[in-house]
């Protein structure tokens, strides 16, 4: 079992720029793919980025170019940049971890991101 912390969130202009992190009880190397995933009202949650145990990247289309999934292993730490953030950006983000080779999830509580001017 992991817990998770997300942090970061908050209130931008569109166009700005954010980081989250999301920190882990445990180590993940080796054991957990971690993702983000974002909800907005009204709306189902949905895959935003994903770093495999093997270090391969996923990202949603509508995020690619954008957004940047990174990880700090020694320090359990999976980092989201985002970077010309727009308004359909505004959501709740959770951080995820999925155990390898099931589909069994861990998720934060989420972190509240706002873009509007």
């Known amino acids: 079992q992991v817990q998770l912390v997300e942090s970061g969130g908050g209130l931008v202009q569109p166009g700005g720029s954010l980081r989250l992190s999301c920190s882990a009880s445990?180590?993940?190397?080796?054991?957990?793919?971690m993702g983000w995933y974002r909800q907005a009202p009204g709306n189902q949650r949905e895959l935003v980025a994903r770093?495999?145990?093997?270090?391969?990247?996923t990202y949603a289309d509508s995020v690619k170019g954008r957004f940047t999934i990174s990880r700090d292993i020694p320090k359990n730490m999976v980092y989201l940049q985002m970077n010309s953030l727009k308004s359909e950006d505004t959501a709740v983000y959770y951080c995820n971890a999925r155990l390898r080779f099931t589909n069994l999830d861990y998720w934060g509580q989420g972190t509240q991101v706002t873009v509007s001017s």
């Open positions: 770093i495999s145990i093997g270090d391969a990247t």
């Open positions: 445990r180590s993940f190397y080796g054991t957990y793919d």
